[in-house]
Nanobody, 124 residues
Framework: QVQLIESGGGLVRTGGSLRLACAVS????????MGWFRQVPGKEREFVAA????????HYAEFVEGRFTISIDDAKNTARLQMNSLKAEDTATYYC?????????????????WGQGTQVIVSS
């Protein structure tokens, strides 16, 4: 089990950018598939992006449309989500998650470790 702490959320205008970080402690990030999810009140948590361990294969939700990039900073044991061209509908609490497995994992129920979330507000 690892501990995950997200940071980097905040208030940004439509079209702006944010870079979220997920600091991992208690184990090397290279052992884990990592994912980003988001949730708004009253709705299910939805998949945003995922990256596999080792090969760093990535997968994105359709709504990302090339605007977000998930990456791993091995040296800092941190996962990142670069978000560009933000839209009002991207407003949500963003969570990172870890699962000690191979491959890209997009189902939230498979992840074993979760951060506390960081809030992103996109205003016009």
């Amino acid at each position: 089990q690892v501990q995950l702490i997200e940071s980097g959320g905040g208030l940004v205008r439509t079209g702006g950018s944010l870079r979220l970080a997920c600091a991992v402690s208690g184990g090397p990030i290279s052992h884990y598939a990592m994912g980003w999810f988001r949730q708004v009140p009253g709705k299910e948590r939805e998949f945003v992006a995922a990256i596999s361990r080792g090969t760093w294969d990535t997968h994105y939700a359709e709504f990302v449309e090339g605007r977000f990039t998930i990456s791993i900073d091995d040296a800092k044991n941190t996962a990142r989500l670069q978000m560009n061209s933000l839209k009002a509908e991207d407003t949500a609490t963003y969570y990172c998650a870890a699962f000690r497995a191979m491959g890209v994992v997009i189902l939230p129920e498979l992840y074993t470790d979760w951060g506390q979330g960081t809030q992103v507000i996109v205003s016009s």
